[in-house]
Nanobody, 127 residues
Framework: QVQLVESGGGSVQAGGSLRLSCVAS????????MGWFRQAPGKEREGVGG????????YYADSVKGRFTISQDNAKTTVYLQMNSLKPEDTAMYYC????????????????????WGQGTQVTVSS
């Protein structure tokens, strides 16, 4: 079992920055992949980025590449999403998710591979 708690959301103007945190507790040693997802009103939830916790390899959606950065702390219990150059279209509820399985051949943005999800943190970007 893994519990995830996101924080750091808020309201910013376009061009601003926010850093989201996702604190994991429980069986964190078993986490293989941490993902960040977002869901805007009236839209489907989409992948933002992911990090394989063992090797620290990161992946990003094209829409955020070059603006968002995922990192983790040394204990690998907290994952961060640094968001720069924010745009109004980044407005959404942001969720982190944990995958405890070694799933090969499945992309990081496949939501079904994640077993645990946080409650989300709201990000609002005004123009």
């Amino acid at each position: 079992q893994v519990q995830l708690v996101e924080s750091g959301g808020g309201s910013v103007q376009a061009g601003g920055s926010l850093r989201l945190s996702c604190v994991a507790s429980g069986s964190t040693v078993s986490v293989e992949l941490m993902g960040w997802f977002r869901q805007a009103p009236g839209k489907e939830r989409e992948g933002v980025g992911g990090i394989y916790t063992g090797v620290g390899r990161t992946y990003y959606a094209d829409s955020v590449k070059g603006r968002f950065t995922i990192s983790q702390d040394n204990a690998k219990t907290t994952v961060y999403l640094q968001m720069n150059s924010l745009k109004p279209e980044d407005t959404a509820m942001y969720y982190c998710a944990a995958d405890l399985t070694r799933t090969f051949g499945v992309n990081w943005y496949s939501q079904w591979r994640y077993q645990y999800w946080g409650q989300g943190t709201q990000v609002t970007v005004s123009s």
